[in-house]
């Protein structure tokens, strides 16, 4: 087991051991006490969330502005590029972001603490994507910004135009964004 910090402080790609043979490969996406051990956090998980895209959908930037979720992801099926932005007006890095590839062959995860907008786009031609969340689904305090949004100017690393939902393409400009204090 292995954690690797990022560009942004808190945001964590954990590598678990993975114990592989003939068979195929088994390892333990979560343990609590481990968890606290690689981030120094005792976070009690309350919800379960799994999505299936196709190749080019780009999912996000997602935050809650009130209940807000730090989340455990993972790439179970696939590949996708995650990226992630930091909302914290307090923080160094405020309004920057970093962006790093998950994907089921690499077995990572990505801890995301509260205070950072969320998303990814699907590399492969399709991708499950599974994450374990802080607090539970708050549709009146979602918020999105704009994935293409130019004062964040994030290399989505696409071959074109993605796809988006409805409400990822109506997203915010980071400027105009409700933030973190």
Request: aromatic residues 12%.
């Amino acid at each position: 087991m292995s954690v690797i910090p990022t560009a942004l402080p808190g945001v964590l790609i954990i590598e678990p051991k993975v114990f592989g043979d003939d068979r195929g490969c088994f390892y333990e996406s979560y343990n609590r006490r481990r968890f606290q051990e690689w981030t120094g956090l005792d976070v009690e998980f309350v919800q379960d969330n799994q999505s299936r895209s196709r190749r080019q959908v780009l999912r996000g930037l997602h935050y809650q502005i009130r209940q807000p979720q730090g989340k455990l992801v993972r790439c179970v099926v696939g590949e996708v590029l995650d990226v992630v932005v930091d909302l914290r007006r307090s923080s160094p890095t405020f309004g920057r972001w970093t962006a790093f590839p998950l994907s089921a062959e690499r077995v990572q995860l990505a801890w995301i603490p509260v205070g950072f907008a969320h998303g990814f786009a699907v590399r492969s031609e399709s991708a499950e994507v599974f994450y374990k969340t802080t607090d539970y689904y708050s549709p009146e305090h979602e918020r999105c910004i704009l994935w293409d949004d130019p004062d964040l100017a994030i290399d989505w690393q696409l071959e074109r135009q993605p796809v988006l939902s409805p409400k990822d393409a109506a997203g915010m400009r980071f400027r105009d964004a409700e933030v973190y204090p």
